[in-house]
């Protein structure tokens, strides 16, 4: 519980309306459809804006198709974005229009990956090493489309080096509409040093009319007030804390909004949450069974993670929710769950 109320103002990006400004960060083998529609399910319009996981420009503009596999965005998503990676302007721009082509709402480019894969290549977080290489980038994607692009950003490829802060105020006159700052640097990864959301402040300052949101270390309303407080930022992206947690936004926009925190959800909400995860998955991606159930491994097991240490029986379907095959199995585990805790 808060000590007391937050006012959470709608954004816009470009013409688009966000009617609350917290939103999903893109997340590599999350943030497909079969998340995002759970979280819309179980937060709604308390989460402003979804986006797809990212998606690169070589392979898009290439002859590999599998691209196109990511392709999984619905019309009753609206608003979302779509994300791309890479560091060349032309198949940047190229990937673009091939995206707003096949209905994407928003372009988002992504510069705050450092997976040294993406980062030393040059693409994500790597474009912070230029600003004016960073910026040609920019440019030339919205020069392309005519739907608004926005930018996640990291604080700045190495630590020391705040480049987010000189690139925003250069995407902002290139028409960029909206940029996500974490404040980790693109060396920190995602390790747990000190929490400092001053960058964030800074590229808050130093814009002067498209909205900033923070992102990084927000798991609870609390953490969203004091974000917001502290840098003046216009709304919070959240990522890995919304994984297994649907319905975080709605948990977060309620209490910032009352002050009052609304109840955990119970064991069969999340039983029931993890088995709809699994099946739209399953019956929605182009990819086969067997290669959907291998990337769920990885993602069931969080809507029960913090309630191993109370339950051991939950420790041992972790256990085998880790190394199901088919999603039979994962039903198997579940079902009965959803069953007993009614």
Request: aromatic share 6%; proline share 5%; with cysteine.
């Amino acid at each position: 519980m808060i000590d007391a109320t937050t006012t959470l103002n709608s954004i816009t990006i470009g013409s688009i309306p966000i009617p609350t400004p917290l939103t999903l960060a893109p997340m590599d083998g999350m943030t497909n459809y079969a998340f995002r529609r759970l979280v819309r399910q179980h937060s709604g319009t308390d989460c402003g804006l979804v986006c797809t996981e990212l998606l690169s420009s070589q392979i898009l503009t290439g002859k590999d198709k599998r691209a196109r596999f990511k392709f999984d965005w619905q019309p009753d998503e609206f608003p979302f974005a779509v994300q791309i990676f890479g560091n060349d302007p032309t198949m940047m721009a190229d990937a673009a229009q091939i995206l707003e082509a096949a209905g994407a709402a928003i372009i988002d480019i992504n510069m705050g990956c450092w997976v040294p894969k993406v980062a030393r290549k040059g693409g994500g977080a790597g474009l912070l090493r230029d600003v004016c290489t960073a910026t040609s980038v920019v440019q030339a994607v919205v020069d392309a489309v005519s739907v608004p692009v926005t930018v996640k950003v990291r604080a700045g490829y190495r630590r020391g080096e705040p480049n987010a802060i000189a690139f925003a105020q250069a995407a902002e006159d290139a028409g960029v509409q909206m940029v996500a700052v974490h404040w980790r640097y693109a060396d920190q990864g995602f390790r747990p040093d000190p929490v400092d959301w001053s960058i964030i402040r800074q590229v808050k300052e130093v814009v002067r009319s498209i909205p900033v949101l923070g992102n990084g270390d927000v798991h609870t309303a609390a953490d969203a007030r004091r974000m917001l407080d502290e840098t003046g930022c216009d709304g919070v992206m959240i990522g890995r804390a919304a994984a297994g947690h649907p319905w975080l936004f709605h948990h977060i926009a309620h209490e910032l909004r009352t002050g009052e925190a609304l109840p955990a959800p119970s064991l069969a909400t999340r039983a029931k949450a993890a088995l709809d995860h699994a099946q739209v998955m399953v019956g929605t991606s182009d990819y086969e069974e067997t290669t959907s159930v291998l990337q769920l491994r990885g993602r069931l097991h969080q809507y029960f993670d913090e309630l191993i240490d109370t339950d051991p029986q939950l420790a041992d379907m972790r256990h085998q929710l880790v190394r199901v095959n088919t999603l039979a199995e994962i039903e198997d585990l579940l079902l009965p769950i959803m069953e007993i805790t009614q």
